[in-house]
Antibody, heavy 128, light 113 residues
Framework: EVQLVESGGGLVQPGGSLRLSCAAS????????MHWVRQAPGRGLVWVSRIESDGSTATYADSVKGRFTISRDNAKNTLYLEMNSLRAEDTAMYYC?????????????????????WGQGALVTVSS | DIVMTQSPDSLAVSLGERATINCKSSQSILYSSNNKNYLAWYQQKPGQPPRLLIY???TRESGVPDRFSGSGSGTDFTLTITSLQAEDVAVYYC?????????FGQGTQLEIK
């Protein structure tokens, strides 16, 4: 069974830092691209960041670019999100999510980031 | 960025009746090289993470009841729930995965009338 378990959330002051972790199990972690998606209280879903299966390339939403860093340790089956210079508007539940992929007729990897597995989330509150 | 707009924002349907949620993208999310629409639907119940229902606009995820179906192409998509059940009360989101930043619709709250 696929499991994603986030940790590291909490209350932090504006300008502070926090690191979220997402422990993965039940699948071959190092073959999947992974993502972070957040949801402010009472609001909708917002994509934050993605990282390729080998950790070589990361992409960010403009709202977090330069402040957040996504990374992974495939030996530990763990995804991370380092968050710096936090703002009140970063207050949200942060979900890690697994993205699907397929291999085309020529055997090439094709990234198809719909999210078939989600963690329960880690709540980050930025407030003084 | 591709903007995803859902309608309506909220919907009340009687048990056993049909619910229809629409999703419109600001540009086509049909990838011509494989003729696939890069559109997914999710269900989110209070206090829970989202659950994938539909991908490629019309492919039902394993374990999803067949009363859920997706349709549409290009920029206009629909999620249909036939014979609404009490456990279908939730917020539903569409998502495009055609290009980054991947974007979601604002959500549609589905309730029982």
């Amino acid at each position: 069974e696929v499991q994603l378990v986030e940790s590291g959330g909490g209350l932090v002051q504006p300008g502070g830092s926090l690191r979220l972790s997402c422990a993965a199990s039940g699948f071959t972690f190092n073959t999947y691209w992974m993502h972070w998606v957040r949801q402010a209280p009472g609001r909708g879903l917002v994509w934050v960041s993605r990282i390729e299966s080998d950790g070589s390339t990361a992409t960010y939403a403009d709202s977090v670019k330069g402040r957040f860093t996504i990374s992974r340790d495939n030996a530990k089956n763990t995804l991370y999100l380092e968050m710096n210079s936090l703002r009140a508007e970063d207050t949200a539940m942060y979900y890690c999510a697994r993205a699907q992929h397929y291999y085309d007729s020529r055997g090439y990897f094709r990234n198809t980031p719909y999210f078939d597995s989600w963690g329960q989330g880690a709540l980050v509150t930025v407030s003084s | 960025d591709i903007v995803m707009t859902q309608s309506p924002d909220s919907l009340a349907v009687s048990l056993g009746e049909r619910a229809t949620i629409n999703c419109k993208s600001s540009q086509s999310i049909l990838y011509s090289s494989n003729n696939k629409n890069y559109l997914a639907w999710y269900q989110q119940k209070p206090g829970q993470p989202p659950r994938l229902l539909i991908y490629w606009a019309s492919t039902r995820e394993s374990g999803v009841p067949d009363r859920f179906s997706g349709s549409g192409s290009g920029t206009d998509f629909t999620l249909t729930i036939t014979s609404l059940q009490a456990e279908d009360v939730a917020v539903y989101y569409c998502q495009q995965y055609y290009s980054t930043p991947y974007t979601f619709g604002q959500g549609t709250q589905l309730e029982i009338k």
